[in-house]
């Protein structure tokens, strides 16, 4: 009389709890794969924010770079450097001049009629070697207060999930009398 049935619906704590750690697995594993790839291989990831490369790179697109010694860049080249205010910027090579133990970089956006006004000393730059349409959208995504909003949510979720005990419904147990 005074015990409860046990349910006899869908149990749904089992199927999200599985879900948010297979989630959770998934993407730090490709978290880790890419980070591991770009270490190993020297690879720097770059998210294009502004079309000034366009068409080659267009705004959104992500751009693999692997750092070069300045000898090694050419004339059309696309390179990344750091300007005068410690910003990244990533144009074509359309000049270059030794200048001391560094090389002298004229950049200039393809979107642009005029080469950039600044000329950047390198000893070594990061030289594209390819482009992925689209995948900086992602990147930038990543970095964003959204997704870290979101990224924190998961993680408490995955917390509850994992170390907060699950409720017996009582009396569901059988005992042997």
């Not at 005068?84 to 200048?99: C, D, M």
């Not at 990061?126 to 990224?151: E, H, K, N, Q, T």
């Amino acid at each position: 009389m005074g015990r409860r049935k046990a349910r006899t619906g869908p149990r749904t704590s089992g199927f999200w709890r599985s879900t948010l750690l297979n989630t959770g697995a998934v993407l730090g594993g490709l978290c880790l794969v890419a980070a591991t790839l770009c270490a190993v291989l020297g690879v720097t990831p770059i998210a294009f924010r502004s079309d000034s490369m366009a068409p080659a790179i267009s705004s959104g697109d992500l751009a693999l770079a692997r750092s070069v010694s300045a000898g090694d860049i050419g004339e059309g080249d696309v390179v990344s450097v750091t300007d005068r205010q410690g910003r990244r910027v990533t144009h074509r090579v359309v000049e270059f001049h030794p200048y001391g133990s560094s090389i002298r970089l004229t950049l200039q956006a393809d979107n642009s009629a005029v080469p950039d006004a600044e000329a950047y000393d390198v000893t070594k730059a990061d030289r594209v070697f390819m482009s992925i349409p689209w995948l900086g959208y992602v990147f930038g995504l990543a970095g964003g207060l959204i997704a870290i909003s979101i990224g924190g949510v998961f993680v408490a979720c995955l917390a509850v999930v994992l170390f907060v005990p699950r409720r017996r419904i009582r009396g569901t147990r059988r005992t042997n009398t």
